[in-house]
């Protein structure tokens, strides 16, 4: 007869570093005896956990110590602009699928202790994906069928713009170097692009552009740096309307740009910071295109030079420390992809594991402590919403369903979860949506709601804050919708058992805020999504989403009086995205969803 002696999974610091046993309670036993403070780690990444949705809960409870990091990181941000010392620390997890762990660098200043926790990375097939809302059985009575990576199919066929799709087919043209234009440029890139990315110093850049003046060494990666720099400045220019020529698109400076840093990819050997950096600008240049895939693409290419970067400095990595532009090159690396894995489920390079390893960056030029409060903020939520895709939308909950009513089974897998675990989950991830909200510092912190905000950066953060919150909610709504459907149905049964969703006041208050947060999003993002941004895709895409949502609500008798009108905003989504609806693109197959959802103001007016 097999028997395992029943302990706890965990062991608290104090038990652990004395060897003795742990009762796993909070204060466990040993520690109230011992009058000591009984503070928990997570277990090693080889120790088998529970996998429950009780254990889920619990650990992200406690997952708070990664907001609380945060939140004093940016406090000492903005309470001071020296260098922020960290203490010694050693990583010990690489991805599965990348590297073994041998191969982990580890070092004195790189690796934060206090985030040795379970990984929460967004999961493959996740059912997040705008397009996994087309699938519904009300979206697609009324729109007919979409495959559910309809939207990635679409940008792997659309040309590349311009100059682009003839990279090589003449020689090398270097453009114009009118001293007047590009420092036109460069003021406009630090004004409009700098701050979401923050990735150099004004200084840094004017050591490359002084080079590049002086038409020293011009096929080196900084002549490709400050290309893309100029592209940008060209993109993010006020061109009266024209979106879509060469020279709006500042093509004559990004064609030379991307043939200098992919020569260097192809033929250097050595990892570099600086070509991470130049793709991480084309990444930047594709993504204010709307073109999302070319973006993920360069910023891949730029996330595996930096983890050759990490092996490369293995042997000596125990004595170094990361310089700052390369924790900023990480952190966007990051965050691009873990966007694009959000919103495409496109292949992992390998990079977001190292999210919860990586200590922030901090500011080094007193001007920039404000786009670094920003720049970590972002970075903070976009973990958290990592954590939400993979506590709620994950394809191994939707497994345990026998019988999936939709294609991609999030409806079924809510149900098997049960109404009192997925409100204990919504709650834990809303309490750290608020715990991350509340760690910017007052001064910084975009206020809730519709008011104006005075620049990108704080509109950014608050659609963030709203997306976070309508897909915590979103469950709720989606169960509500389809139980309410299937009420209707012919072949449903005439004597229905109590429904515990449709008659629960607190479920009806989780879709209110549903609702509440796709209405907010959506008046916040209008103003994004007339310009060009890092987000335009992004935004796009979550206009689309939200509105999905709220027509279903809208459809739905028990929803229906949550809905405000929505003709206005609907009229207004509309007119931003036929902007950039060029033929065959993903904002005109948004616009041609969006025009068939007709709410129920309209059919009043």
């Known amino acids: 007869m ?27 036993s040993t520690c109230r005896d011992s009058n000591a403070d009984c503070v928990y780690k997570e277990l090693p990444f080889d120790r088998v956990e529970d996998a429950s949705p009780t254990a889920v809960i619990d650990r992200l409870a406690r997952i708070e110590s990664l907001l609380e990091h945060q939140n004093q990181q940016i406090n000492q941000l903005s309470t001071r602009s020296s260098p922020i010392s960290y203490p010694a620390s050693q990583a010990d997890y690489f991805s599965p699928f990348q590297q073994q762990p041998e191969f982990l660098p580890s070092t004195s200043a790189g690796i934060d202790p206090h985030l040795d926790s379970p990984q929460f990375l967004i999961p493959k097939n996740h059912a997040t994906l705008p397009s996994t809302l087309l699938s519904l059985p009300m979206v697609r009575d009324l729109l007919g069928e979409y495959p559910r990576d309809y939207f990635f199919e679409i940008e792997e066929k659309l040309p590349l713009p311009g100059l682009l ?97 992919l020569h260097k990819l192809v033929w250097e050997f050595r990892p570099s910071i600086s070509l991470c950096q130049a793709l991480l600008l084309a990444a930047s240049y594709f993504a204010h295109l709307g073109r999302p895939l070319h973006s993920w693409k360069m910023a891949q290419f730029a996330s595996r030079i930096f983890l050759g970067l990490l092996e490369s400095r293995n042997p000596n990595l125990s004595s170094a420390e990361f310089e700052e532009n390369e924790l900023r090159t990480f952190w966007q690396c990051f965050t691009v992809e873990c966007d694009r894995i959000a919103e495409l489920d496109i292949p992992r390079s390998g990079i977001e594991p190292l999210g919860d390893r990586m200590r922030l960056p901090h500011s080094t030029d007193p001007a920039d402590n404000e786009n670094t409060i920003y720049f ?51 709650a834990e991830l809303n309490r750290q949506l608020e715990e991350w909200y509340f760690s910017i510092p007052d001064y910084l912190r975009p206020v809730k709601g519709t008011l104006p905000l005075p620049d990108d950066r704080a509109r950014v953060l608050r659609l963030r804050y709203y997306a976070a919150r309508h897909i915590i909610h979103r469950p709720f709504l989606l169960q509500m919708v389809s139980r309410q459907l299937e009420g209707q149905s012919p072949s449903s049964s005439s004597v229905l058992s109590p429904d515990p969703y449709s008659e629960s006041p607190v479920v009806l208050e989780k879709c209110e805020t549903c609702i509440d947060s796709c209405v907010t999003y959506l008046y916040n993002a ?49 007119a931003r995205l036929g902007k950039w609806a060029i033929k065959d693109s993903t904002f005109a197959a948004e616009v041609h969803i969006i025009e068939q959802l007709t709410f129920s103001d309209s059919m009043e007016a």
């Open 165 to 261: 799709g003839k990279l090589y087919d003449s020689p090398l043209v270097w453009p114009s170097l009118d001293i007047n234009t590009l420092d036109a440029l460069f003021e406009n890139y630090f004004q409009n692009v700098h701050p979401h990315h923050p990735l150099f110093t004004p200084s840094m850049f004017k050591s490359w552009q002084a080079q590049l003046i002086q038409e020293k060494d011009m096929e080196d990666i900084g002549t490709s740096i400050c290309f893309c720099v100029y592209a940008l400045g060209t993109v993010c220019s006020d061109n009266g309307g024209d979106y879509e020529s060469d020279e709006a698109l500042g093509l004559h400076f990004f064609q030379p740009a991307v043939r200098i840093m």
């Open 526 to 574: 209008v103003d994004m999504i007339d310009k060009r941004s890092p987000y335009l895709w992004t935004f796009s895409q979550s206009c689309m989403a939200c509105l999905i949502m709220l027509w279903m609500a809208d459809n739905t008798p028990a929803l229906h009086h949550y809905v405000p009108h929505m003709q206005s905003i609907q009229s207004i989504v509309l």
């Open 2 to 28: 097999n028997y395992t002696r029943k302990r706890a999974l965990l062991a608290c610091d104090f038990c652990r570093h004395r060897k003795r046993r742990c009762d796993g309670k909070k204060p466990c």
């Open 376 to 426: 970590i903020a972002e970075h903070a939520i976009r973990r958290l919403l990592n954590r939400i895709h993979n506590s709620l939308y994950g394809p191994e909950v939707v497994q345990t369903s026998p019988n999936p009513v939709l294609p991609t089974g999030p409806n079924q897998a809510w149900q098997s979860l049960g109404l009192q675990k997925l409100l204990a989950l919504s």
